[in-house]
Structure formats: structure tokens, C-alpha cells
């Protein structure tokens, strides 16, 4: 099943609730993000090592949500479910 997919630089752990940095990346992401709604019905987290597309493969992701609350965008993980990468589209951000 085709996941979107937002990139971090460390592993996100279950349950976990935090605010999202507003670094070139992250506004990329959600600009893309936006466009792209319509053709999302999951939203992973995963970390590829050294933060590299060349180290998707067989990264290990969390099902994350993506929540704007008073102009500040939250990153909630509600699940302990895993979801390893099989193939990463750097271009579409599906994996």
C-alpha cells in the first residue's frame, strides 16, 4: 500500500506528540503535503540513516497524523504499528 512519507533525522517512537520545526524541508514537505491530500490515506514517519533516499530500503516507519492548531503543525503518533519500505519515490514522497 502506497504511504506518504515525511523523513526524519531520528527514529519516532509510538504515542509520541510534538510541534514540527519550520526548517526548508519541513515547509517543502508541507506544501506537497497539501497538494497531495486527496491521494494520502496514511502518512508514515520513518528515519533513513544519515538522513539519506539512498537508505529507504528497509527503513522501519511509524503511521503518523499531521495536525494544524493554531497555525503550528503537530506530528501525533496513535499507533505502535510498524511499516518497513520497500521502495521510496524521493519526487512524490510515497513509499
Known amino acids: 500500500m502506497p504511504m506518504y512519507t515525511l523523513k526524519f533525522n ?24 497539501d497538494e497531495d491530500k486527496d491521494k494520502i ?4 514517519g520513518v528515519h533513513f540513516e544519515k538522513n539519506s533516499n539512498n537508505n529507504a530500503l528497509n527503513a522501519v516507519g511509524i503511521e503518523i497524523d499531521i495536525i494544524k492548531k493554531n497555525n503550528i503543525t503537530l506530528i ?20
Open 41 to 44: 490515506k496514511k502518512v508514515i
Open 76 to 95: 501525533e503518533s496513535n499507533s505502535n504499528m510498524r511499516y518497513k519500505v520497500l521502495e521510496y519515490d524521493a519526487n512524490t514522497n510515497f513509499s
Open 10 to 33: 531520528s527514529p519516532i517512537l509510538p504515542y509520541a506528540k510534538f510541534p514540527l520545526t519550520q526548517n526548508k524541508y519541513i515547509q517543502d514537505f508541507l506544501r506537497s503535503y
